[in-house]
């Protein structure tokens, strides 16, 4: 038996209310648990995200480089056009990068506290028509 098991991410930020609701609808998931200062969500694939309050939370500049990147979500998608109008339409906006470096295609973006995460192409695993 494992002595540890996977939690859950925590996003601080000064509105946790809000934030929770941006990636429950993005995630197409749940609220799970909601304290005065703490709402945990669960997204439709079983992903664990928290947010917390932190009145003094300060977004990070990433890709500028007076701060740092601080955490960073990566989110599989088969679709990065629909993906990203859902993001925008719940209020996420795009990060303006430069080309990625790497093998897979993928677009930047903030949620509307400012959290940096990348929606990048799940290649398709279905076999070929005709």
Not at 47 to 71: G, K
């Amino acid at each position: 038996m494992a002595l540890f098991k996977a939690g859950v991410v925590v996003l601080d930020c000064a509105e946790p209310e809000k934030l929770a609701e941006f990636y429950r609808e993005l995630l197409e998931g749940e609220r799970t648990a909601e304290s005065a200062n703490l709402v945990e969500i669960r997204g439709a694939d079983g992903i664990r995200l928290a947010f917390r309050r932190d009145v003094n939370a300060t977004p990070p500049s990433w890709p500028r480089p007076e701060n740092s990147l601080q955490a960073h979500l990566d989110f599989l998608v088969e679709d990065l056009d629909e993906a990203e109008r859902r993001v925008v339409g719940l209020g996420g906006r795009p990060i303006e990068t430069r080309d990625a470096a790497g093998p897979y295609e993928e677009r930047g973006y903030s949620d509307p506290a400012g959290h940096s995460f990348t929606l990048r192409l799940q290649p398709s695993t279905a076999p070929k028509q005709g």
